[in-house]
């Protein structure tokens, strides 16, 4: 009898040889997709054509070498859309799945060789090798991850920003898993090749029969039409020409490695601007929606766009040009995690409560904020939290800084609604030399329902790292607020810990407070409606934002106050340091008396050589009213203390 583990081997060598469906290929570990069947269609749009710029390919150790395809989206729209402005002539990309440590090969078909070559998030420090001048570029990945590989950047050598021409975006993701059967009555299954939209013909099950042939010239694809409890599923390969859009349809899942494309028409001819949203369902209740592993190219409008509660959205990709392409508006009690956004307008919309983003990789473009924490939200909305975030690139400088959507963080806030406990933290970003943080209460042309002033408060900022310098000023300003229905609006209990810019520990005087006094009749002075903002970071042996308590380093903290009340106010800071047992075992204190509506005011604390042994030991950052830790009354203005390690 034949030893178990030989059959084993036998059988797993034969299902590695033969699995091969449709043009998804399956081998060993990685499956790559080819959405050109030629048994499918002869003809294919402009979209699903190879792109110009680049191949790609995926190794791994004893494997065959297997070719990922390369998608191509060009940015040619019209100069009054929006997307002119911005820098880079197109964008390729490559989705391949995967487990186990894979090499990935780019060659540049580009004319000019690749002189440098940068690949992004650079937290995940992966180092590509290249020969100067050469075509070709290879590195290695051991986990799912969304990347830009950026070759022949033009750096800007004020701020050390770079921006690209022609990016390739590598979306290696994790092997599929429970792929739903196409004989499922309640999955409407969509396989590899090009699919339109376009008529409204159903199989005898009721799911739509999408059209393989071009949408004729002029015609816009239609609506993918969705009932409550199906699945689409799009495979890798697939290419599926139209939208989603429905109204009090829930337990609906939106799957697959495959594009759901706005691409246009025909050919490369576009979808007139704001022509529909690519998914978008309204629910006044639960929606209980999944979206995951699917792309989402080249949309008119917002690409996801849901109004329910109790959605999840994984593993997605964005890509999109046109102005008002906003990226995710998720609904409340929602996650979102694992996704790409590379857009032309609001990245992610918090205008609901009980979010949880995580883990996301954001290229803005000109236009709109990367967080977008309201715009004339008029509802109660609080406990979001956001973190894990790479924003790879922020254009923002690119186009009119005077917009109101020019920072990273921003509000447009002239709506009713109380925002409250908001936390932002581990965020990394490159390449942005514009704006940080943009917090308006401001009414706005684009929205005419708009009543009240509305609150802001307890809102931290945590863990925030700006890799190059920025050239505009931090903004908290109180513009165009009339005809209030309350007299008291404003933001108290904003922090920000561990935020720093090009290396320097973030200091109020970096902020404009710039309100309008003849605006807000229920203050008496021009300034009260910014109060309690406070930041501060540690450092460790001289660098900002430590990793961890190095034994034998100095541990120090920076800490900038702003006082929004009308009288002069003491303040007593004190940084010290707790054993694995929550027991005080150093501290530093300074004090400082602040005066009333002041800018700001920056105390260094000189702080003390952390021990020999730091395990399970963490700092703290508390500010307290009065003038000595001994005789203050412990009452924290600016909320709770900063954490170091922030998950202790």
């Not at 396989?191 to 013909?201: K, L, V």
């Not at 042939?213 to 697939?238: E, K, R």
């Not at 429905?246 to 495959?258: A, L, P, Q, S, V």
Request: glycine share 8%; hydrophobic share 35%.
């Amino acid at each position: 009898m034949r030893n178990l583990a030989q059959i084993l081997f036998t059988l797993t060598l034969f299902c590695v040889a033969v699995i091969c469906f449709g043009k998804t290929t399956v081998h060993a570990s990685v499956v790559t997709y080819n959405p050109n069947d030629p048994s499918a269609q002869v003809q294919v749009p402009v979209q699903m054509t190879a792109s110009p710029n680049y191949t790609v390919s995926v190794s791994q150790s004893g494997e065959a070498v297997q070719n990922s395809f390369v998608y191509y989206s060009k940015n040619d729209r019209a100069s009054g859309d929006g997307a002119s402005a911005i820098y880079e002539d197109d964008t390729s990309w490559s989705t391949f799945s995967f487990s186990g440590p894979v090499t990935v090969t780019v060659t540049s078909l580009l004319p000019e060789g690749i002189n440098t070559c940068q690949i992004l998030p650079a937290r995940l420090g992966i180092t590509p090798t290249f020969t100067p001048g050469g075509n070709t570029v290879t590195f290695t990945i051991d986990h799912p991850a969304k990347l830009s590989v950026e070759m022949n950047g033009i750096m800007n050598q004020n701020t050390g920003a770079v921006s690209i021409k022609n990016p390739l975006l590598i979306f290696a993701d994790e092997l599929e898993q429970d792929v739903p059967s196409p004989t499922d009555p309640n999955v409407i299954y969509i396989g590899p090749g090009y699919h339109s939209a376009t008529t409204n013909n159903v199989d005898s099950l009721g799911r739509p029969i999408l059209d393989t042939t071009l949408t004729p010239a002029g015609q816009p694809s239609g609506q993918l039409h969705v009932n409550s409890g199906q699945t689409v599923y799009i495979a890798g390969g697939a290419f599926v020409h139209g939208y989603i859009n429905e109204m009090d349809k829930t337990n609906i899942t939106i799957r697959g490695r495959g594009i759901l494309s706005g691409a246009g028409y025909n050919g490369d001819l576009k979808y007139p601007h704001k022509y529909q949203h690519s998914i978008q369902f309204v629910n006044d209740g639960d929606s209980n929606l999944k979206i995951e592993g699917i792309t989402i190219s080249d949309s008119s409008w917002t690409n996801m766009r849901f109004t329910g509660n109790h959605n999840e959205v994984r593993n997605v990709n964005v890509i999109g040009w046109f102005f008002n392409t906003d990226g995710l508006l998720l609904g409340g009690n929602s996650t979102a995690e694992n996704c790409f956004f590379k857009v032309n307008d609001d990245t992610i919309k918090l205008y609901f409560s009980n979010m949880t983003i995580n883990n996301i990789v954001i290229w803005q473009e000109v236009n709109g904020a990367p967080m977008q924490l309201t715009w004339n939200v008029s509802v109660p909305t609080s406990n979001n939290h956001v973190s894990n975030v790479d924003i790879i690139r922020c254009e923002h400088i690119l186009g009119n800084m005077t917009n109101q959507t020019k920072g990273i963080f921003n509000s447009v806030h002239g709506g009713i609604g109380l925002l409250s406990n908001y936390v932002f933290e581990n965020f990394t970003i490159d390449n942005s030399d514009g704006r940080l943080f943009q917090l308006w209460f401001v009414k706005t042309s684009y929205n005419t329902n708009q009543t009240g002033g509305g609150n802001i408060k307890d809102i931290t900022f945590r863990n925030i790292k700006v890799l190059n310098s920025m050239t505009q000023p931090n903004l908290v300003n109180n513009e165009s607020l009339t005809n209030l229905d309350t007299g008291i609006y404003g933001f108290d209990r904003i922090r920000f810990e561990n935020v720093s810019v090009h290396g320097v520990p973030l200091s109020l005087s970096t902020f404009n407070f710039t309100p309008n006094s003849t605006q807000n009749p229920g203050y008496t002075t021009p300034s009260n409606f910014a109060k309690n903002f406070a930041a501060s970071s540690f450092m460790a042996g001289g660098n900002v934002n430590p990793t961890a308590l190095t034994p034998g380093q100095q541990l120090t903290a920076q800490v900038s106050l702003r006082n929004g009340t009308s009288t002069s106010q003491d303040y007593v800071v004190i940084l010290a340091l707790y054993d694995s047992s929550g027991n005080m075992v150093n501290a530093s204190q300074a004090t400082a008396t602040v005066a009333g509506y002041s800018d700001s005011q920056d105390l260094s604390l000189t702080g003390f050589t952390l021990p020999a042994d730091t395990t399970g030991m963490s700092a703290k950052i508390m500010i307290w009213t009065g003038s000595d830790a001994s005789t203050s009354p412990m009452m924290p203005p600016y909320g709770a203390p900063a954490v170091f390690p922030a998950s202790v």
